[in-house]
């Protein structure tokens, strides 16, 4: 009797999806929509390992709740969804709590400075002393206790759920102990059983904007301290393509788009927020480029694809990361570029795909589509397709990779 036809194993796939505060879930559920759209076989609400971090942390939830991110458009860009009503000032709320214990403290801190002054007062100092009201200052500006609340009516209503255990897929939200700076893995063994709607109100609880989130009597931040990615989660779940997500990138003049003035000097002109903004996105994107080099020799076998926004993205970059205005238009742009690097790296992408069996539509990508028909006007192909000027970093990570797959491919 002729043995049954082995079929080959299905692969397994993961989706890591970065922080980057309100304009980066925004962007994230655009070039979902994108990849959604255009990657046959692949059922983004069915994937076996989800991994968010802060922004990421909230829509990589929702996905694996089964929300779609046609769905999530609906919810939270357009707010048409009859089923889940969503406003996004619930979560700029000032943490009036936070506030109010602080001013509490303010009387037991000035008595403790001045018996310090009087007391010590040579190895103290009047300044020293009253450094003991720095305590005062709050710890976040608004109340982050509206995303577990909101969360937990989400994914306590219509057949979804607000525990890890009982997903069918894996799911880990990323944050970081504030008293030991190590990363925490919400959903792996000795977190599971924290409710996913804490989890991802303590992984998006960046300081200064939220106050720490306490869980079992720890105290949690923002799970990009440590890491962007975290795509290694996904790895040694023995993922073998991941789908990573990154929405905040540094800003590069020179690829920004040539015959408008000021372009050069804007970072300058925007003062102390766009230079701290540039510092920041340039510190956790070269963190996360070195990873994607380590797990490339690390992970053998193993797929690892990127998107994200092009460096010279004057829209994404000079937006209001923690604003939640403009959010059609925004999303509109993330899809809409998500499509364009899709058209790009089509040659690259298919076979890579083609491997883990998902097929590229590409007559798909070559129709126009539009999210939204009032920002269609914006969008043509000669703007999202015009040519790029790469860096010498860009350039020498485009080299190392050809010489990692031309290795790979000779079998050394």
């Not at 990127?306 to 939640?324: A, M, Q, R, T, W």
Request: aromatic content about 10%; glycine content about 8%; some cysteine.
């Amino acid at each position: 009797m002729p043995a049954a036809p082995s079929h080959p194993p299905r692969p397994t796939i993961g989706l890591n999806l970065a922080a980057g505060g309100p304009l980066g879930a925004i962007y994230e559920v655009g070039a979902l929509c994108a990849l959604e759209e255009a990657l046959q076989g692949i059922d983004f609400t069915d994937l076996d390992v989800y991994v968010g971090v802060s922004a990421g942390g909230f829509i990589s939830a929702a996905l694996a709740n089964k929300i779609s991110p046609g769905e999530m458009y609906e919810i939270f860009i357009t707010n048409s969804s009859d089923s889940i009503p969503f406003e996004p000032d619930q979560f700029l709320r000032p943490a009036y709590r936070e506030y109010f214990r602080r001013l509490a403290a303010i009387p037991e801190l000035l008595f403790d400075a001045f018996w310090e002054f009087v007391t010590r007062p040579r190895e103290v100092g009047l300044t020293g002393a009253f450094m003991q009201l720095s305590h005062a200052i709050p710890t976040g500006m608004f109340d982050n206790g509206e995303i577990d609340r909101f969360l937990t009516r989400v994914f306590t209503s219509g057949g979804r759920t607000n525990d890890f255990r009982a997903l069918k897929n894996k799911l880990y939200i990323v944050a970081t102990d504030l008293d030991t700076g190590r990363s925490v893995k919400f959903g792996g063994r000795g977190h599971d059983h924290v409710a996913i709607s804490k989890a991802v109100q303590a992984s998006s609880a960046l300081p200064g904007l939220f106050p720490p989130v306490e869980i079992d009597g720890d105290h949690f931040v923002d799970g990009a301290l440590k890491k962007t990615l975290h795509t290694s989660i996904s790895l040694d779940e023995d993922a073998d393509l991941v789908i990573c997500i990154n929405p905040i990138v540094p800003f590069d003049a020179r690829l920004a788009p040539r015959g408008q003035p000021g372009t050069r000097d804007k970072l300058m002109r925007g003062g102390l927020p766009v230079v701290l903004s540039q510092t920041f996105r340039s510190i956790i994107h070269s963190r996360m480029r070195v990873g994607m080099q380590r797990y490339a020799n690390s992970y053998e076998g193993a797929d690892v694809v990127l998107f994200e926004p092009s460096h010279g993205d004057e829209e994404i970059f000079f937006s209001n990361v923690f604003s939640y205005s403009d959010r059609e238009n925004m999303c509109e742009h993330a899809y809409q570029h998500t499509r364009a690097d899709l058209r790009k790296r089509a040659d690259e992408l298919e076979p890579l795909l083609a491997r883990h069996g998902i097929s590229l539509d590409r007559a798909g990508l070559e129709e126009e589509r539009y999210l939204s028909q009032k920002a269609h006007r914006r969008y043509t192909r000669k703007q999202l397709e015009r040519p790029q000027h790469s860096t010498p970093i860009d350039k020498l990570y485009n080299t190392l990779g050809e010489l990692e797959r031309w290795l790979h491919a000779r079998g050394e």
